[in-house]
């Protein structure tokens, strides 16, 4: 089982609607976790750091993290087709020096 | 403009040939971390430097070196390329001596190896 999974989609969505991008991580004291944006070719733009339990905003984006269920989400509200990318999951690990990336899960919105 | 440049950005090379790809960062980041991203497998560490002299091996750290003689630099060396190195390999760093926070990336190189 890999340490943090995504579904890798792709995932399409119209414009204006809500995408949802979804990531579990394995049974390990987690303390950071964040969301990146990688057009293709290019590198990771972090969009969201979370830390602790809850919900995070950030104008069109929010983080949602449930430490109990493993769970880390990214919600993109009135998607835009500049939207369309793969999205990132990554966990930091208590005492591991890096993020531990997931494959990604691509997604297209549709005008 | 805070960032991380990294050069060059595109390289095809040959087994067996020395090379360096470097990085360097303007935020007086203390951590700085290369990565490699290949198809299937995502994105792997190689290794990272949590300050001046302080480097550790990541993932994947096999034919690889790295030095960190300065702050703001960290290059990555291969020093006997071969092609099962062939990758897109990204630098990254953050301001704290730990990687618990925000890593930025810089934009890219993508190496091959014939």
């Known amino acids: 089982q890999k340490e943090v999974e995504q579904n890798s989609g792709p995932l399409s969505v119209p414009e204006g609607a809500i995408a949802s991008l979804n990531c579990t991580y394995s049974?390990?004291?987690?303390?950071?976790f964040f969301w990146y944006r990688q057009y293709s070719g290019k590198s990771p733009e972090l969009i969201m750091s979370i830390y602790s339990n809850g919900d995070k905003e950030d104008g069109r984006f929010t983080a949602q993290l449930n430490k109990a269920s493993q769970y880390v989400s990214l919600l993109i509200r009135d998607s835009q087709p500049s939207d369309s990318a793969t999205y990132l999951c990554a966990v930091i690990f208590q005492g591991a020096q890096k993020l531990v990336f997931g494959q990604g899960t691509r997604l297209t919105i549709n005008p | 403009e805070a960032q991380v440049t990294q050069n060059p950005r595109y390289l095809i090379t040959v087994t067996g040939k020395k090379l360096t790809v470097t990085c360097s960062q303007n935020m007086n980041h203390e951590y700085m971390s290369w990565y490699r991203q290949d198809p299937g497998l995502g994105l792997r560490q190689i290794y990272y430097?949590?300050?001046?002299?302080?480097?550790d091996k990541g993932d994947v750290p096999e034919g690889y070196k790295v030095s960190r003689k300065e702050k703001r630099n960290f290059p990555l060396i291969l020093e006997s390329p071969s092609p099962n190195q062939t990758s897109l390999y990204f630098c990254a760093s953050t301001h704290s001596g730990r990687a618990i926070y925000e890593q930025y990336f810089g934009p890219g190189t993508r190496l091959t190896v014939t």
């Open positions: 049974d390990r004291v987690s303390q950071s």
């Open positions: 430097s949590m300050n001046v002299e302080v480097t």
